[in-house]
Structures are given as C-alpha cells and as structure tokens.
C-alpha cells in the first residue's frame, strides 16, 4: 500500500511563505489523484488542492488561489506544496493523500484512502 509522509511545515509569520513536500513510497510513481487538505483545531479538514497528475487538472479552494502552486518531482516521488503570502487562517495540519482514479479524480474527502501523518503549519499575524 502507497505510504505518505509530510515534511517542511513549521511556524512562520503572516505573508511569508513555506514548501511543503510529499513523500511517497511503496509506489511506483507518483499516483494520478493526488490532494492536499488541511485541518484547523476545532474545524473540519478541508480539500486545499485536488490533482490529476497525469491529465494536469488542479482544483484549488478559493481561499489559497494565486497564493499556492502544487508541484511535483516525479524522479523523487515527491508532490510540493507551495505556499506564498501565508495568513494565519492558512494555519493549520496539513496532509497529503492518494486516492483511487476511476476515471476521474475526486474532489471530497471521501475519495482519498491513503493519508500522511501530516505536518503542522502556524502562521502568526
């Protein structure tokens, strides 16, 4: 079963910025649906980013578009996240997840069956 794991949150100050990578493994590439989503204390997770990696289709909530861009290395295995123009409501656990294509990739949490341990990001006003 593909593993996940989160590295390069961290504390960072409100309109800086902060890379997060993806790790996967026990895959042979990259999956084709990949996603991003992110959980504040006392909130629900919600989808920051869903990807079709092979048919390059990105969903982006409202909320991060032209702040972040995903990425990804396909030699390494890694899938980034980059983050511009932080603000403290970005602040939160984020995990990366894989799921199922079947056709077409989801875009609800549902769809994703394979997580990361996630990686705490904080940005302070």
């Known amino acids: 079963q593909v593993q996940l794991v989160e590295s390069g949150g961290g504390s960072v100050q409100a309109g800086r910025s902060l890379r997060l990578a993806c790790s996967i493994s026990r895959y042979p590439y990259i999956p084709n649906c990949m996603a991003w989503f992110r959980q504040a204390p006392g909130k629900e997770r919600e989808g920051v980013v869903f990807?079709?990696?092979?048919?390059?289709?990105?969903r982006y909530t409202d909320s991060v578009k032209g702040r972040f861009t995903v990425s990804q290395d396909t030699a390494k295995k890694l899938v980034y996240l980059q983050m511009d123009s932080l603000k403290p409501e970005d602040s939160g656990m984020y995990y990366c997840?894989?799921?199922?294509?079947?056709?077409?990739?989801?875009?609800?949490?549902?769809?994703?069956?394979?997580w990361g341990q996630g990686t705490q990001v904080t940005v302070s006003s």
């Open positions: 997840a894989t799921g199922p294509y079947d056709g077409v990739c989801a875009n609800v949490e549902s769809g994703y069956t394979n």
């Open positions: 990807w079709s990696t092979g048919a390059g289709v990105l």
